[in-house]
């Protein structure tokens, strides 16, 4: 079945730590986002990239980096200087991009010790 | 800035009540509208979009009309199963405004529906 499977399900980082949440799509869509989902507060983006080896920073970028070296493959980088990284990460994909729908993986928890 | 506004939840119906959840927007451009579901412990799922005003949206029951006068997109059910519990977000994409076709989205409201 097609579809974005984001793993792992829970992750927990230390003080100083980065992690790294993975997000993969057998979909063969062009366009793949990241978003943050705090409770109460809607989805927020995160990054987003158009094309292989092209991404753009979206509303609330610092703190988070990314790469998109395959196609199919999306991964964010939670790093030290994320201050408040306890959230609801989103991965999601689309065709194109304006009007497009959106498919949207299961998400990430993570979780500061 | 492109902006969504919905109405604040929790919002508690008995099974088979009539369901509205209020949407209104702020664009510059000519959004497209969509309404997404959340259900516990996993993504958002399309649950229903509209392209241009007047254009109504609809799927599994629900329906959306966009409303350009009102700037409004209002989710309604005429009769809701236990099974609608989720957490509804309004959204929209604007290519012609700042957010350069990116998903706008409200802050959600979650739905309990009792049997």
């Known amino acids: 079945d097609g579809g974005i499977t984001q793993s792992p399900k829970y992750l927990f980082r230390k003080e100083g730590q980065n992690v790294t949440l993975s997000c993969e799509q057998n979909l063969n869509h062009d366009a793949m986002y990241w978003y943050r989902q705090d409770p109460g507060q809607g989805l927020r983006l995160i990054y987003y990239?158009?094309?292989?080896?092209?991404?753009q920073k979206g509303d609330i970028a610092e703190g988070y980096s990314v790469s998109r070296e395959k196609k199919e493959s999306f991964p964010l980088t939670v790093t030290s200087a994320q201050k408040n990284p306890t959230a609801f990460y989103l991965c999601?994909?689309?065709?194109?991009?304006?009007?497009?729908?959106?498919?949207f993986g299961s998400g990430t928890q993570l979780s500061v010790l | 800035g492109d902006s969504v506004t919905q109405m604040e939840g929790p919002v508690t119906l008995s099974e088979e009540a009539f369901l509205t959840i209020n949407c209104t927007y702020t664009?510059?451009?000519?959004?497209?509208l969509f309404w997404y579901v959340q259900y516990p412990g996993e993504g958002l799922q399309l649950l229903l979009k509209a392209t241009k005003a007047d254009d109504k949206g609809s799927n599994k029951g629900f329906e959306a009309t966009y409303r350009k006068e009102t700037t409004s997109f209002h989710l309604e059910k005429g009769s809701v199963q236990v099974s609608d519990s989720a957490v509804y977000f309004c959204a929209l994409s604007d290519h012609y405004g700042g957010s350069q076709g990116n998903l706008i989205f409200g802050k959600g409201t979650k739905l309990s529906v009792k049997p």
């Open positions: 990239s158009q094309i292989v080896n092209d991404f």
């Open positions: 664009a510059t451009g000519y959004p497209s």
């Open positions: 999601a994909s689309s065709r194109g991009r304006v009007n497009e729908k959106l498919f």
